[in-house]
């Protein structure tokens, strides 16, 4: 929900194990096929892969690529290319876990993979949802990680299957049931590693005639919002908001309406401490906005108690 970047130090591990590798396997790919169309569109890619304009490219820089290759070749060559393509550009390799012992690729590849960069984000809850854990955990020598989304599906755009910035660490709801292989139209969605959906949106509340439980709703922040209101609505976040999280709905705004500010700032001058910290001490909930990606239902929480910071 807070704009994901990925350190220098995970993009350098990336090149390094996978760099070669696709040159290489490109340079295969060229030398094996017997088609002229073929040989072109992976001659292409290799010029873009040599460019570093592939495995850590923006994702600016990856809708340009799929724009160029859509241009320069019909989809019918393309799709001919795809299984080609998925080995060069090997997610399976990447998300498997090369990093357990006996699997394929440990020894070549002990350390990096799909498990090794969902630590590195420190993203532990859904980007999309803000409201299910990203579990990673070793349990019973069984390796569990969340699913990684590739934000342009990869069965389409193979060349992007182990591109780091389409791989959007995400839960099964929001990969599986929700975004599927949908294509997104980058000019229209919000890309969780270019823009916040916090600083374009925020939950606000109304009092329900039917219920106890407050109507939740998601409002623009600002007239630039537009895409972050399109990811609301593919990922259902009103809805999954009312009836999924009714109860902490309920509860933050009990908190809000129940601690005037002027107890919180009581509460900080008895304790000397800062309002966050009182806060947090209080309610148990970190409003630091920064770690949206860290507590599920964090935005929610934020942006229900946020008054309650203010002087
Ligand atoms: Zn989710």
Known sequence: M????????VKKLHKKFYHSRVKKALKSAIRS????????????????HQKDGILTAMPKDLWGLIVQIQERFAEADIDKCNETLLNVFNYEQFGTGCS??????????PQWNAYAFIKALKVTACPYCNGNFLLQIDIYSKKIRPALDHFFPHKKFPYLG?????????CDI???????????DFEKYLHPYCDSFHDAMTFCWLPNAN??????????????????????RLFHLNE???????????HLVYLREA???????????KLGCSKQNALKTLFNYDLTEEKINQQVLGKLTCDILKDLLDD
């Open 2 to 9: 807070i704009k994901i970047e990925i350190p220098d130090e």
């Open 33 to 48: 096929t017997q088609s002229t169309v073929a040989r072109n569109i992976y001659s292409f890619l290799l010029d873009k």
């Open 100 to 109: 357990t012992k006996g699997t394929p690729y440990h020894e070549q590849y």
């Open 162 to 170: 182990i591109s780091l910035y389409n791989l959007v660490p995400s």
């Open 174 to 184: 929001c990969n599986s049931k929700f975004k599927l292989a949908s294509e997104l």
């Open 211 to 232: 219920s106890a439980t407050p109507h939740v709703f998601l409002l623009q922040k600002n007239t630039s919002s537009g895409k972050a209101y399109e990811n609301s």
């Open 240 to 250: 999954i908001y009312n009836h999924v999280h009714a109860d902490t709905v309920r």
């Open 259 to 269: 601690y005037p500010r002027r107890l919180i700032k009581d509460h900080c001058r």
